[in-house]
């Protein structure tokens, strides 16, 4: 599978290393042409130096015969403008990331006339990442399918309840329809069965129903309080997407900004929203404006040092959830050192989504329909979400009949409005949205 990837900076860099890994055949378009020679000395990629708007380059490039091209240049008239190039030319598939607001209101009118397979929008990606966040306070991460419907949650297990449980008993005692479909346990990452043992530290991955999954936090009494109150540092566009998103759940939302028209333009933006004018890095300003009875911490500027700070400070007074946001990956394992578990970050985000459009796609092409791909626990676990087309060998046949390899687990099946964590006596029909975990790529 060839792939183009028109701009090399850290979302081009980060997509073409692991996709070169995966053994793609990777094309780096980019102007810099000092960090295309460091691209070629440390990945497998063949480089393209020029414009990624320009037909000659692309021509040079090989986009004609690409299977996909993707533009993540910092300007978004830059990546619509190439992919529209590329499509003209031949290339199979185009992905653009657009971060205009303006622009991404009339995407669907744009998509349709410039051919895009897939748009990108980073800052409204994490916006929704921080809302389920939000929406699930015990949650370190949450991954969604079937178009939202069923989710996967991974949550870390303090000491409490569950604490000395094996699987088995938790489904007995909870009543509640969820499958911990995947375990970290130290270094240790497995697909668990009923006689698993849950330990203090482990990091769980529960797939169920939105309605379900809320109804099994509030059983297990590890339910934070729902959150009523949410501050955010920083007034860019991920703050505003969120606190839109936020505002619509009926949350009461305060942002702290410190440049006086950003803050005068998410007033008009905001009506419903809190706008401080002033600078979040100054605790006394915090404090003033009720950090302390604040139920939701996010931490939004451009600089990972002052969010970090910030978080660390929301910590210590006592803030029930706090999330922040980074853009070097190198500091989420310090984050996670500090004892903060909700980390974003834009870059990650776009990389994720596109990586997971891609990887999808080979695997349509290999097999089955695949609609939605996750990589968990950096990449030692896969979530696939499969449409069922037609009748075939394993349709209708209960699951305790079929010869499942070792290693995988059929988290959920989504039946039309119903989604079903099956059990031995169930069966996949066709039109069915099956997800499957596995540790086999």
Same mark, same amino acid.
């Given at each position: 599978?060839?792939?183009?990837?028109?701009?090399?900076?850290?979302?081009?860099?980060?997509?073409?290393?692991?996709?070169?890994?995966?053994?793609?055949?990777?094309?780096?378009?980019?102007?810099?042409?000092?960090?295309?020679?460091?691209?070629?000395?440390?990945?497998?990629?063949?480089?393209?130096?020029?414009?990624?708007?320009?037909?000659?380059?692309?021509?040079?490039?090989?986009?004609?015969?690409?299977?996909? *091209?993707?533009?993540?240049?910092?300007?978004?008239? #830059?990546?619509? =403008?190439?992919? !529209?190039?590329?499509?003209? /030319?031949? $290339? @199979?598939?185009?992905?653009?990331?657009?971060?205009?607001?303006?622009?991404?209101?009339?995407?669907?009118?744009?998509?349709?006339?410039?051919?895009?397979?897939?748009?990108?929008?980073?800052?409204?990606?994490?916006?929704?990442?921080?809302?389920?966040?939000?929406?699930?306070?015990?949650?370190?991460?949450?991954?969604?399918?079937?178009?939202?419907? *069923?989710?996967?949650?991974?949550?870390?297990?303090? #000491?409490?309840? =569950?604490?000395? !449980?094996?699987?088995?008993? /938790?489904? $007995? @005692?909870?009543?509640?329809?969820?499958?911990?479909?995947?375990?970290?346990?130290?270094?240790?990452?497995?697909?668990?069965?009923?006689?698993?043992?849950?330990?203090?530290?482990?990091?769980?991955?529960?797939?169920?129903?939105?309605?379900?999954?809320?109804?099994?936090?509030?059983?297990?009494?590890?339910?934070?309080?729902?959150?009523?109150?949410?501050?955010?540092?920083?007034?860019?566009?991920?703050?505003?997407?969120?606190?839109?998103? !936020?505002?619509?759940?009926?949350?009461?939302?305060?942002?702290?900004?410190?440049?006086?028209?950003?803050?005068?333009?998410?007033?008009?933006?905001?009506?419903?929203?809190?706008?401080?004018?002033?600078?979040?890095?100054?605790?006394?300003?915090?404090?003033?404006?009720?950090?302390?009875?604040?139920?939701?911490?996010?931490?939004?500027?451009?600089?990972?040092?002052?969010?970090?700070?910030?978080?660390?400070?929301?910590?210590?007074?006592?803030v029930s959830k706090v999330i922040v946001k980074i853009n070097e990956d190198r500091r989420a394992m310090m984050i996670d050192e500090l004892g903060?578990?909700?980390?974003?970050?834009?870059?990650?985000?776009?990389?994720?989504?596109?990586?997971?459009?891609?990887?999808?796609?080979?695997?349509?092409?290999?097999?089955?329909?695949?609609?939605?791909?996750?990589?968990?626990?950096?990449?030692?676990?896969?979530?696939?979400?499969?449409?069922?087309?037609?009748?075939?060998?394993y349709t209708g046949v209960p699951l305790k009949d079929l010869n499942l390899k070792a290693n995988n687990i059929i988290a959920c099946i989504a039946?039309?409005?119903?989604?079903?964590?099956?059990?031995?006596?169930?069966?996949?029909?066709?039109?069915?949205?099956?997800?499957?975990?596995?540790?086999?790529?």
């Amino acid at each position: 599978m060839k792939i183009v990837i028109i701009g090399d900076g850290k979302v081009g860099y980060k997509l073409a290393k692991q996709l070169s890994s995966e053994k793609y055949d990777i094309i780096l378009i980019d102007n810099n042409e000092e960090k295309l020679r460091k691209s070629i000395e440390r990945m497998d990629v063949f480089c393209v130096a020029g414009e990624g708007g320009s037909v000659e380059v692309q021509q040079r490039a090989d986009v004609p015969h690409a299977d996909l *091209v993707i533009a993540c240049t910092s300007t978004d008239e #830059c990546n619509m =403008l190439s992919c !529209l190039i590329a499509r003209r /030319l031949g $290339a @199979r598939h185009t992905i653009a990331r657009v971060r205009n607001p303006i622009y991404y209101k009339q995407i669907d009118f744009l998509k349709k006339d410039l051919h895009l397979s897939m748009v990108v929008n980073p800052e409204l990606i994490v916006a929704g990442d921080i809302t389920r966040l939000l929406l699930f306070p015990d949650a370190s991460k949450v991954e969604t399918f079937v178009k939202g419907r *069923v989710e996967l949650v991974e949550f870390p297990i303090h #000491c409490g309840k =569950l604490e000395g !449980l094996s699987l088995s008993e /938790l489904y $007995a @005692r909870f009543q509640v329809q969820v499958l911990v479909c995947a375990v970290e346990s130290g270094e240790t990452v497995l697909i668990p069965d009923g006689d698993y043992i849950l330990k203090a530290g482990d990091k769980l991955h529960i797939a169920a129903s939105h309605q379900n999954m809320e109804q099994f936090f509030k059983k297990i009494a590890l339910r934070k309080e729902k959150i009523k109150n949410a501050m955010i540092c920083g007034g860019g566009r991920v703050a505003y997407y969120l606190a839109s998103q !936020l505002c619509n759940l009926g949350m009461n939302v305060k942002i702290i900004e410190r440049n006086r028209e950003r803050c005068e333009e998410l007033c008009e933006l905001l009506p419903q929203a809190t706008i401080i004018n002033g600078d979040a890095t100054e605790h006394d300003l915090l404090i003033e404006e009720g950090i302390e009875k604040t139920d939701a911490f996010i931490a939004l500027t451009g600089m990972d040092e002052e969010n970090i700070i910030m978080s660390l400070f929301a910590s210590k007074q006592s803030v029930s959830k706090v999330i922040v946001k980074i853009n070097e990956d190198r500091r989420a394992m310090m984050i996670d050192e500090l004892g903060l578990d909700s980390i974003v970050s834009a870059k990650t985000a776009t990389a994720d989504a596109i990586l997971g459009y891609v990887r999808a796609r080979r695997n349509s092409q290999c097999s089955a329909n695949v609609e939605t791909m996750y990589q968990l626990l950096d990449g030692r676990v896969e979530a696939l979400e499969f449409i069922i087309k037609s009748e075939n060998a394993y349709t209708g046949v209960p699951l305790k009949d079929l010869n499942l390899k070792a290693n995988n687990i059929i988290a959920c099946i989504a039946r039309g409005r119903k989604i079903i964590i099956p059990n031995g006596d169930d069966s996949i029909q066709v039109g069915d949205s099956v997800v499957i975990i596995t540790m086999t790529k």
